[in-house]
């Protein structure tokens, strides 16, 4: 019997920032905050600060007009989308979101049914008509009559639609949203840019999608993309632990968050040894640490003195645990205006620990062993192609993602846990296990991704999870 799920056909799956896209994204979320719980704080903060018919109008635009949003192709930053949208035929805006309502009423009519939604003529003339389709297609937030009711007036005088569109996605980036882009966009291209090289092309969406976060891809999401041709997915500050998709025949982008500290050795196929496994435990085994834990699992993103200020600890006790669960991977630390700093939790790190106990309860092979087996190990599942005979690497870097982790992880096995080396012994031991002149771009690909940590000035290097790590506390680069 075949999956109704399965995502494997012909798919391309890309990483992108689309900071229009976000912007858009993030202001539907506000109006879904009591409707689900863990979003992130902004977007919790934010609808206070709005007039309610601000809230209403936010509703109208993104439960029944969010197809006329769709922004041009090359369209790179949101003012440049807003003189766009205004200066849009409204009537073109008008058919879009018609257009759009007819095609997901036909997806959603199953095949061996003869029912054929009504013409654009007909949606707009009859309101029952119109309001049975919306109420048939709509999947992501429940229906409201009255409220759809509104938006079909709405459709029937383009030039008020258009203009209620375009001043209120003017306000609420004017009011709420340009700031708070301006605060996390780096860090998201960071994030596009760590998660676009952890690329498997052979990977499915499935796949890619937990490796991403360490949470599976919901059925229904996976449902609807089996017939995507091109997913775009879209890191996001704002989704907490929710999922959005936005969809169109083509493509699709799944808006998703992790926090920017993303472990990239998550993708390595060694198992956590016992040394590094017991650092992490350890770094849990804290009363403080764990109630740091537990506001950030209700709170989501909290600043430093807002945790200082609810634990009722002085500013130098929790800082300290603060470090730990940084170096540890436990924690994001971004920093903000002046001193300020804010607090994230690294889910795919609580993952992959997790991970580990498993395979240490199921007495799976967790036994550290000694390095001439690691090495061994790593010839045995394809590092010999990259090797001379004297075990020296030969090229870098590979065209495949998995195939530079692989590199990355067979050179890391050569350092010392425990050990902190200056930037010059790094060099020499990696031009003693290759035969590549560039040491300098062997170790910045063990920085970048996050085999090895290093000092702020970039003169010490050392094993991440290393028990260094904790000795390093306010030096490292994280």
Same mark, same amino acid.
């Given at each position: #019997? ?40 902004? +977007? ?75 013409? *654009? ?46 001043? %209120? ?64 997915? +879209?890191? *996001?500050?704002? #989704? ?62 909290? %600043? ?21 669960? +940084?170096? #540890? ?122 085999? #090895? ?26």
């Amino acid at each position: #019997m075949s999956d109704p799920f399965s995502t494997r056909q012909a798919v391309h799956v890309v990483v992108g920032l689309e900071p229009v896209y976000n912007a858009l994204n993030s202001f539907s979320l506000l109006s879904a905050s009591e409707r689900l719980a863990g979003l992130n704080a902004w +977007v919790v903060r934010t609808p206070a600060t709005l007039t309610p018919e601000r809230r209403h109008t936010n509703r109208l635009v993104f439960e029944g007009l969010c197809a006329a949003l769709a922004p041009g192709q090359h369209v790179l930053d949101f003012p440049t989308y807003l003189k766009d949208l205004a200066e849009q035929d409204p009537c073109v805006l008008r058919d879009r979101v018609l257009e759009r309502l007819r095609s997901r009423f036909s997806q959603r009519v199953p095949s061996e049914e003869t029912l054929v939604g009504p013409d *654009s003529v007909r949606l707009l003339s009859d309101v029952h008509a119109y309001l049975t389709c919306v109420e048939y297609v709509q999947v992501d937030t429940p229906f409201d009559r009255a409220l759809q009711t509104e938006v079909h007036t709405l459709l029937n005088d383009a030039p008020a639609m258009h203009h209620l569109i375009v001043s %209120h996605l003017e306000e609420l980036w004017k009011t709420t949203f340009a700031a708070e882009w301006r605060r996390v966009q780096s860090s998201l291209r960071w994030q596009v840019e760590m998660f676009t090289r952890s690329l498997d092309e052979d990977a499915s969406i499935e796949d890619t999608f937990h490796t991403f976060t360490g949470r599976d891809l919901p059925a229904d999401l996976r449902e609807r993309l089996t017939t995507i041709p091109e997913i775009m997915l +879209v890191p *996001s500050w704002h #989704m907490g632990r929710h999922v959005a998709l936005w969809e169109s025949e083509a493509s699709a982008r799944l808006f998703f968050s992790e926090p920017p500290n993303y472990d990239i050795t998550l993708l390595r196929s060694a198992p956590v040894g016992r040394a590094e496994l017991r650092a992490r435990l350890d770094a849990l085994a804290d009363e403080t640490r764990m109630r740091i834990l537990e506001l950030l699992v209700q709170q989501d993103e909290l %600043h430093a003195q807002d945790i200082i200020a609810a634990l009722d600890l002085s500013q130098s006790g929790v800082s300290r645990h603060l470090k730990q669960l +940084v170096s #540890m991977g436990y924690l994001y630390e971004r920093r903000g205006e002046g001193a300020n700093k804010t607090y994230r939790l690294s889910s795919v790190y609580f993952e992959r620990t997790a991970r580990a106990i498993e395979q240490l309860v199921s007495a799976e092979d967790t036994q550290k062993r000694p390095l001439a087996e690691t090495h061994e190990e790593a010839q045995s599942q394809g590092m010999r192609r990259f090797l001379d005979k004297s075990g020296r690497l030969t090229m870098w870097p590979p065209a495949k993602q998995r195939d530079k982790l692989l590199i990355l992880e067979y050179l890391a096995s050569f350092f010392e846990r425990g050990r902190m080396y200056s930037e010059k012994e790094v060099n020499d031991l990696l031009l003693l296990r290759s035969t590549i002149k560039d040491s300098a771009a062997l170790r910045r690909a063990l920085y970048e991704y996050r085999f #090895m940590n290093r000092t702020r000035d970039g003169s010490r290097y050392w094993l991440i999870g290393s028990e260094l790590s904790e000795e390093g506390e306010g030096k490292e680069t994280l």
